[in-house]
Protein backbone atom coordinates (compact mmCIF):
# COMPACT_ATOMS: atom_id res chain seq x y z
CA UNK A 1 0.00 0.00 0.00
CA UNK A 2 1.44 3.61 -1.11
CA UNK A 3 -0.47 6.22 0.07
CA UNK A 4 -0.42 9.42 -3.16
CA UNK A 5 2.67 11.47 -3.25
CA UNK A 6 3.17 13.88 -6.70
CA UNK A 7 4.20 12.19 -10.06
CA UNK A 8 7.95 13.58 -9.43
CA UNK A 9 8.66 11.83 -5.97
CA UNK A 10 -14.85 1.88 -10.15
CA UNK A 11 -24.78 3.83 -12.01
CA UNK A 12 -24.04 2.54 -8.37
CA UNK A 13 -22.98 3.61 -4.78
CA UNK A 14 -22.61 1.12 -2.10
CA UNK A 15 -21.88 1.87 1.77
CA UNK A 16 -20.47 -0.69 3.24
CA UNK A 17 -20.21 -1.43 7.22
CA UNK A 18 -19.62 -5.09 9.12
CA UNK A 19 -22.40 -7.89 9.05
CA UNK A 20 -21.45 -7.40 12.78
CA UNK A 21 -23.50 -4.82 14.23
CA UNK A 22 -21.79 -2.46 16.66
CA UNK A 23 -23.52 0.62 18.33
CA UNK A 24 -22.99 4.17 16.95
CA UNK A 25 -22.46 6.47 19.93
CA UNK A 26 -25.24 9.12 20.69
CA UNK A 27 -22.57 11.72 20.76
CA UNK A 28 -22.63 15.36 18.83
CA UNK A 29 -18.98 14.01 17.42
CA UNK A 30 -19.23 14.10 12.90
CA UNK A 31 -19.05 10.29 11.73
CA UNK A 32 -15.99 9.33 9.68
CA UNK A 33 -16.42 8.56 6.33
CA UNK A 34 -14.00 7.24 3.49
CA UNK A 35 -14.80 8.04 0.43
CA UNK A 36 -13.84 5.55 -2.37
CA UNK A 37 -13.07 6.15 -5.95
CA UNK A 38 -11.18 6.88 -8.92
CA UNK A 39 -12.71 8.41 -12.26
CA UNK A 40 -13.92 12.11 -12.99
CA UNK A 41 -17.81 11.30 -12.17
CA UNK A 42 -16.66 9.75 -8.97
CA UNK A 43 -14.51 13.16 -8.82
CA UNK A 44 -18.10 14.40 -8.45
CA UNK A 45 -19.23 12.83 -6.17
CA UNK A 46 -16.49 13.40 -3.62
CA UNK A 47 -16.89 17.33 -4.39
CA UNK A 48 -20.39 17.32 -3.23
CA UNK A 49 -19.54 15.35 -0.17
CA UNK A 50 -16.51 17.04 0.82
CA UNK A 51 -19.02 20.30 0.07
CA UNK A 52 -21.22 18.95 2.26
CA UNK A 53 -19.14 18.20 5.35
CA UNK A 54 -18.44 21.68 5.53
CA UNK A 55 -21.37 22.30 7.06
CA UNK A 56 -22.07 22.88 10.86
CA UNK A 57 -24.79 21.04 10.68
CA UNK A 58 -23.43 17.99 8.38
CA UNK A 59 -23.63 14.75 10.12
CA UNK A 60 -20.53 13.71 8.85
CA UNK A 61 -16.38 14.34 7.72
CA UNK A 62 -14.70 12.91 5.01
CA UNK A 63 -11.90 11.62 6.46
CA UNK A 64 -10.04 9.60 3.87
CA UNK A 65 -10.10 8.95 0.56
CA UNK A 66 -9.38 5.51 -1.45
CA UNK A 67 -8.07 5.78 -4.92
CA UNK A 68 -6.43 3.70 -7.42
CA UNK A 69 -2.73 4.65 -7.60
CA UNK A 70 -0.99 7.15 -9.77
CA UNK A 71 -0.93 5.77 -13.77
CA UNK A 72 1.33 6.97 -16.64
CA UNK A 73 -0.38 9.36 -19.10
CA UNK A 74 -0.31 11.13 -21.94
CA UNK A 75 3.12 10.73 -24.64
CA UNK A 76 5.36 11.29 -21.63
CA UNK A 77 3.96 8.97 -19.69
CA UNK A 78 4.38 10.61 -16.42
CA UNK A 79 2.84 9.31 -13.84
CA UNK A 80 -0.98 11.14 -13.03
CA UNK A 81 -3.21 10.99 -10.08
CA UNK A 82 -6.37 9.67 -10.30
CA UNK A 83 -9.14 12.54 -10.56
CA UNK A 84 -10.29 11.49 -7.15
CA UNK A 85 -6.73 12.15 -5.88
CA UNK A 86 -6.13 15.05 -7.65
CA UNK A 87 -9.86 16.68 -6.38
CA UNK A 88 -9.10 15.94 -3.20
CA UNK A 89 -5.77 17.86 -3.60
CA UNK A 90 -7.19 20.68 -4.88
CA UNK A 91 -9.65 20.69 -2.21
CA UNK A 92 -6.60 20.94 0.30
CA UNK A 93 -7.19 17.79 1.57
CA UNK A 94 -4.03 16.05 3.57
CA UNK A 95 -2.14 14.04 1.60
CA UNK A 96 -1.60 11.47 3.88
CA UNK A 97 -5.15 10.46 4.10
CA UNK A 98 -4.89 9.68 0.36
CA UNK A 99 -4.73 6.24 0.34
CA UNK A 100 -3.61 4.60 -3.16
CA UNK A 101 -3.58 0.63 -2.52
CA UNK A 102 -2.61 -1.37 -5.61
CA UNK A 103 -5.04 -3.96 -3.89
CA UNK A 104 -7.36 -3.97 -1.37
CA UNK A 105 -6.85 -6.37 0.52
CA UNK A 106 -3.09 -5.09 1.33
CA UNK A 107 -2.60 -5.67 5.24
CA UNK A 108 -0.63 -2.39 5.22
CA UNK A 109 -3.82 -0.69 3.73
CA UNK A 110 -6.30 -2.48 5.91
CA UNK A 111 -4.24 -1.31 9.33
CA UNK A 112 -3.96 2.53 8.15
CA UNK A 113 -7.78 2.05 7.27
CA UNK A 114 -8.20 1.19 11.10
CA UNK A 115 -6.81 3.87 12.33
CA UNK A 116 -9.21 6.45 10.47
CA UNK A 117 -12.26 4.74 12.41
CA UNK A 118 -14.49 4.92 10.09
CA UNK A 119 -18.32 4.82 10.45
CA UNK A 120 -19.07 4.15 7.01
CA UNK A 121 -17.61 4.22 3.46
CA UNK A 122 -18.60 5.16 0.24
CA UNK A 123 -17.97 3.51 -3.03
CA UNK A 124 -18.05 5.06 -6.35
CA UNK A 125 -16.20 3.45 -9.37
CA UNK A 126 -13.17 2.56 -7.55
CA UNK A 127 -12.09 0.07 -9.61
CA UNK A 128 -11.07 -2.96 -6.95
CA UNK A 129 -12.53 -6.08 -5.05
CA UNK A 130 -13.10 -5.04 -2.10
CA UNK A 131 -12.63 -8.10 0.56
CA UNK A 132 -14.89 -9.21 3.35
CA UNK A 133 -11.54 -7.74 5.90
CA UNK A 134 -12.50 -4.12 4.63
CA UNK A 135 -16.04 -4.73 4.74
CA UNK A 136 -15.85 -5.34 8.54
CA UNK A 137 -14.47 -2.05 9.53
CA UNK A 138 -17.11 0.61 9.19
CA UNK A 139 -18.71 0.57 12.62
CA UNK A 140 -22.09 1.65 11.93
CA UNK A 141 -23.34 -2.39 11.42
CA UNK A 142 -25.11 -2.55 8.13
CA UNK A 143 -24.93 -2.18 4.42
CA UNK A 144 -27.16 -0.13 2.44
CA UNK A 145 -27.28 0.25 -1.61
CA UNK A 146 -27.92 3.59 -3.47
CA UNK A 147 -28.50 2.79 -7.25
CA UNK A 148 -30.08 3.73 -10.68
CA UNK A 149 -31.71 0.93 -12.62
CA UNK A 150 -32.29 3.03 -15.79
CA UNK A 151 -29.27 2.60 -18.21
CA UNK A 152 -28.71 3.92 -21.31
CA UNK A 153 -25.56 4.14 -23.78
CA UNK A 154 -24.70 7.81 -23.30
CA UNK A 155 -21.62 9.28 -21.41
CA UNK A 156 -23.91 11.97 -20.60
CA UNK A 157 -25.97 10.14 -18.73
CA UNK A 158 -23.01 8.20 -16.63
CA UNK A 159 -22.50 12.05 -15.42
CA UNK A 160 -26.14 12.65 -14.64
CA UNK A 161 -26.60 9.19 -12.97
CA UNK A 162 -23.83 10.07 -10.58
CA UNK A 163 -25.09 13.67 -9.89
CA UNK A 164 -28.79 12.46 -8.71
CA UNK A 165 -26.95 9.66 -7.03
CA UNK A 166 -24.79 12.22 -4.89
CA UNK A 167 -27.81 14.28 -3.87
CA UNK A 168 -29.54 10.93 -3.01
CA UNK A 169 -26.56 9.59 -1.08
CA UNK A 170 -26.18 12.99 0.93
CA UNK A 171 -29.57 12.83 1.57
CA UNK A 172 -29.98 9.53 3.16
CA UNK A 173 -26.27 9.91 4.53
CA UNK A 174 -27.61 10.94 8.02
CA UNK A 175 -30.27 8.26 8.38
CA UNK A 176 -27.29 6.07 7.43
CA UNK A 177 -25.10 7.28 10.03
CA UNK A 178 -27.86 7.54 13.29
CA UNK A 179 -29.09 3.56 12.21
CA UNK A 180 -32.52 4.33 10.97
CA UNK A 181 -31.95 3.40 7.24
CA UNK A 182 -32.05 -0.01 8.25
CA UNK A 183 -35.94 -0.22 10.24
CA UNK A 184 -36.93 1.25 5.88
CA UNK A 185 -34.29 -0.67 3.81
CA UNK A 186 -35.73 -2.78 1.26
CA UNK A 187 -33.50 -6.05 1.26
CA UNK A 188 -32.67 -7.20 -2.39
CA UNK A 189 -33.96 -10.16 -4.05
CA UNK A 190 -30.77 -11.99 -5.21
CA UNK A 191 -33.51 -14.46 -7.33
CA UNK A 192 -34.38 -11.08 -9.43
CA UNK A 193 -30.33 -10.56 -9.85
CA UNK A 194 -28.60 -10.44 -13.00
CA UNK A 195 -25.37 -11.61 -12.85
CA UNK A 196 -22.85 -10.15 -15.65
CA UNK A 197 -19.59 -12.38 -15.71
CA UNK A 198 -16.35 -11.65 -16.84
CA UNK A 199 -16.15 -11.98 -20.97
CA UNK A 200 -13.82 -14.63 -22.54
CA UNK A 201 -12.32 -15.35 -25.92
CA UNK A 202 -14.80 -17.74 -27.00
CA UNK A 203 -17.40 -15.13 -26.59
CA UNK A 204 -15.74 -12.96 -29.17
CA UNK A 205 -17.02 -14.99 -32.20
CA UNK A 206 -20.01 -14.53 -33.86
CA UNK A 207 -22.48 -17.67 -34.29
CA UNK A 208 -24.97 -16.77 -36.95
CA UNK A 209 -27.12 -19.49 -35.56
CA UNK A 210 -27.96 -17.22 -33.19
CA UNK A 211 -31.05 -14.51 -33.83
CA UNK A 212 -30.06 -10.75 -35.68
CA UNK A 213 -30.29 -8.95 -31.99
CA UNK A 214 -28.53 -11.23 -30.05
CA UNK A 215 -25.73 -10.30 -32.61
CA UNK A 216 -26.10 -6.87 -32.78
CA UNK A 217 -25.96 -6.66 -29.17
CA UNK A 218 -22.70 -8.83 -29.06
CA UNK A 219 -21.46 -6.10 -31.73
CA UNK A 220 -22.44 -2.84 -29.75
CA UNK A 221 -18.98 -3.39 -27.77
CA UNK A 222 -16.81 -3.00 -30.46
CA UNK A 223 -15.85 -0.17 -32.48
CA UNK A 224 -17.46 -2.59 -35.15
CA UNK A 225 -20.88 -1.01 -36.25
CA UNK A 226 -24.21 -3.49 -36.72
CA UNK A 227 -27.63 -3.16 -37.29
CA UNK A 228 -30.76 -5.34 -36.92
CA UNK A 229 -32.04 -5.34 -40.75
CA UNK A 230 -36.03 -4.46 -41.15
CA UNK A 231 -35.83 -5.92 -44.96
CA UNK A 232 -37.56 -8.54 -46.25
CA UNK A 233 -34.56 -10.20 -48.30
CA UNK A 234 -34.70 -13.21 -50.32
CA UNK A 235 -31.84 -15.64 -51.15
CA UNK A 236 -31.39 -18.77 -52.99
CA UNK A 237 -28.38 -19.49 -50.88
CA UNK A 238 -29.56 -19.42 -47.15
CA UNK A 239 -25.31 -19.05 -46.35
CA UNK A 240 -24.92 -16.19 -49.24
CA UNK A 241 -23.89 -12.90 -47.36
CA UNK A 242 -25.49 -10.23 -49.82
CA UNK A 243 -24.72 -6.23 -49.95
CA UNK A 244 -27.63 -3.68 -50.20
CA UNK A 245 -27.42 0.16 -49.83
CA UNK A 246 -24.70 0.70 -47.40
CA UNK A 247 -24.60 -2.46 -45.60
CA UNK A 248 -23.55 -6.71 -45.84
CA UNK A 249 -26.50 -8.21 -44.93
CA UNK A 250 -25.77 -11.72 -43.21
CA UNK A 251 -28.63 -14.62 -42.58
CA UNK A 252 -28.74 -15.32 -39.25
CA UNK A 253 -31.57 -17.81 -37.11
CA UNK A 254 -35.37 -17.00 -37.29
CA UNK A 255 -35.11 -15.65 -40.78
CA UNK A 256 -33.51 -12.54 -39.47
CA UNK A 257 -30.66 -10.40 -40.72
CA UNK A 258 -27.78 -8.77 -39.48
CA UNK A 259 -26.69 -5.65 -41.27
CA UNK A 260 -22.73 -5.03 -40.79
CA UNK A 261 -22.30 -1.28 -41.67
CA UNK A 262 -18.33 -1.42 -40.98
CA UNK A 263 -15.65 -4.33 -40.28
CA UNK A 264 -11.70 -4.38 -39.84
CA UNK A 265 -9.70 -6.72 -41.50
CA UNK A 266 -6.75 -8.02 -39.41
CA UNK A 267 -3.68 -5.45 -39.17
CA UNK A 268 -6.36 -2.90 -41.36
CA UNK A 269 -8.00 0.20 -40.58
CA UNK A 270 -11.91 -0.04 -40.01
CA UNK A 271 -13.39 0.10 -43.50
CA UNK A 272 -17.23 0.56 -44.57
CA UNK A 273 -19.11 -1.96 -45.51
CA UNK A 274 -18.94 -0.80 -48.86
CA UNK A 275 -15.73 -0.11 -49.39
CA UNK A 276 -15.59 -3.85 -48.09
CA UNK A 277 -17.97 -5.05 -50.92
CA UNK A 278 -15.96 -3.26 -53.05
CA UNK A 279 -13.15 -4.75 -52.70
CA UNK A 280 -14.44 -8.45 -53.22
CA UNK A 281 -14.67 -7.30 -57.05
CA UNK A 282 -17.46 -9.45 -57.75
CA UNK A 283 -16.23 -12.44 -55.46
CA UNK A 284 -19.38 -14.37 -53.71
CA UNK A 285 -19.58 -13.93 -49.92
CA UNK A 286 -20.55 -17.03 -47.63
CA UNK A 287 -21.02 -17.81 -44.14
CA UNK A 288 -19.75 -21.13 -42.85
CA UNK A 289 -22.30 -23.41 -42.30
Given at each position: ?????????????????????????????????????????????????????????????????????????????????????????????????????????EES??????????????????????????????????????????????????????????????????????????????????????????????????????????????????????????SCV???DEN??????????????????????????????????????????????????
Amino acid sequence: MARYSPPSLRCFFRCAASSASRAVGSGTRKKNLVFLGSPQVAASVLDKLLGASGSPESAFQVAAVVTQPPAAKNRGRKLMPSAVAQLALDRGFPEELIFTPERAREESFLSALKEVEPDVCITAAYGNILPQKFLDIPSCGYELSLCICTLREAPELLSMLFHLGSKLLINELPSILDGSAKDKAQPQDDSKATLAPKLNSEESWLSFDEEAKVLHNKVKIKVISTKVSTSCVKVGDENEILFSGSSLLIPCSGSTWLEVLELQLPGKKVTKAQDFWNGLRGQKLMKLP
